[in-house]
């Protein structure tokens, strides 16, 4: 079994800043990118960042110069900075990890966590 546990969401004022912690748990034998998706009330889920094995990034362009993403491979961990925050940044935030267990290789979700933003 894998799990993902999420951590960091809360409440902040507009122009604040937060950050989220997701760490991978389990016979996890390898993890090949990792991620943060969103969903807001009424809306479909859209990717916020995402970062490989290797470090590469890719950003959705509402959060491009204000999230940050990273990653720490020993701990199984990925972490999104998330600053100058919105209004419309208010979402629950997951946690997306591709990853192999053995050799099956498969797509897992953390829980969730909210996140609000007032303006």
């Known amino acids: 079994q894998v799990q993902l546990v999420e951590s960091g969401g809360g409440l902040v004022q507009a122009g604040g800043s937060l950050r989220l912690s997701c760490a991978a748990s389990g016979s996890i034998f390898s993890i090949n990118y990792m991620g943060w998706f969103r969903q807001a009330p009424g809306k479909q889920r859209e990717l916020v960042a995402v970062i490989t094995s290797g470090g590469s990034t890719n950003y959705a362009d509402s959060v491009k110069g204000r999230f940050t993403i990273s990653r720490d491979n020993a701990k199984n961990t990925v972490y999104l900075q998330m600053s100058s925050l919105k209004p419309e940044d208010t979402a629950v935030y997951y946690c997306?990890?591709?990853?192999?267990?053995?050799?099956?290789?498969?797509?897992?979700w953390g829980q969730g966590t909210q996140v609000t933003v007032s303006s």
């Open positions: 997306n990890a591709y990853l192999a267990i053995a050799t099956r290789w498969g797509d897992y």
